[in-house]
């Protein structure tokens, strides 16, 4: 099944709402009908809520954009002027231009091996709680798998595990930003902070939340760069720790289980 996108767009002006596809659609309606009234009832909108969406477009507008005629042999009528004419111009060009935008967009999202594997990454992100935004500083790739130093900040880096398709798929070179996600409980704790293990990475922090109930128990760690970082174990094993708010632990998690997005 292919994806679709649908979206709107707003011309502001001083950060008020100016031309939209209401209103637009309003001023057409008008010109179509040269009348509020009509134009209201075709929108199924009120009288009053026409002249509202009217007055705040004049207000914002260079020039009118709704003139109106009393009497006369028609009995009078509002018009829109030549000046909203091509205001409707425009933005039927600016729409017809954001609607192919949306569908490039989708076409890339439908692409086997292009960008549909970002947006994966990113239900992933959603659904993992630990999400760390790093730039890639070193890359060593052999045969089958990539191994990447991500750099969090200018004290703490960590190191990333994945196959050559996912990064050939992700475009990661040098430089590149991504973010470094992985479930809470890959996580693994310890309360003496100089405990190292060479294989994984390592993180120290200290813990700023514990939430538990009668079978687990999730800890919330804050590193020194103000990142926050959460594991999760089973009652047993946290009661083992003897750690409490405030205690300051070490992190290790492995590189294979780290999953890099890129958005």
């Not at 929108?43 to 260079?62: F, G, Q, R, T, V």
């Not at 500083?137 to 595990?161: C, D, G, P, R």
């Not at 809470?184 to 939430?211: C, P």
């Not at 804050?222 to 750690?243: A, G, Q, R």
Request: a neutral charge; proline letters at 1%.
């Amino acid at each position: 099944m292919q994806n679709t996108l649908h979206g709107r767009f707003w011309i502001n002006k001083s950060k008020h709402d100016f031309l939209g596809k209401g209103r637009m659609e309003l001023l057409i309606r008008i010109g179509e009908n040269g009348s509020i009234t009509k134009a209201a009832k075709d929108m199924k909108m009120s009288y009053k809520a026409a002249w509202d969406a009217i007055d705040a477009m004049n207000n914002l507008s260079e020039f009118p954009l709704v003139e109106s005629s009393k009497g006369g042999k028609g009995g009078g009528g509002t018009t829109i002027t030549e000046y909203a004419k091509e205001l409707i111009q425009t933005y039927t060009i600016l729409q017809e231009e954001h609607q192919l935008f949306l569908k490039k967009l989708a076409l890339r999202i439908d692409e086997k091996d292009g960008h549909i594997s970002l947006l994966k990454g990113m239900d992933i992100r959603l659904s993992a709680r630990n999400q760390l935004k790093v730039k890639v500083v070193e890359i060593h790739k052999s045969k089958v798998e990539s191994e990447l130093t991500l750099e969090l900040n200018e004290n703490n880096q960590l190191t990333a595990t994945i196959t050559n398709d996912s990064f050939d798929a992700l475009e990661i070179d040098i430089g590149v930003q991504l973010y470094a996600i992985f479930k809470a409980n890959a996580l693994t704790i310890n309360s003496d902070i100089s405990l190292k293990k060479s294989d994984v990475n390592r993180f120290i922090g200290k813990i700023t939340r514990i939430n538990r109930d009668s079978f687990n128990a999730e800890i919330i760690i804050e590193l020194d760069n103000k990142n926050s970082i959460c594991s999760t174990m089973s009652i047993d094993i946290f009661d083992e720790l003897h750690v409490g708010v405030g205690t300051e632990i070490v992190a290790f998690c492995r590189p294979k289980n780290i999953i890099l997005g890129r958005w």
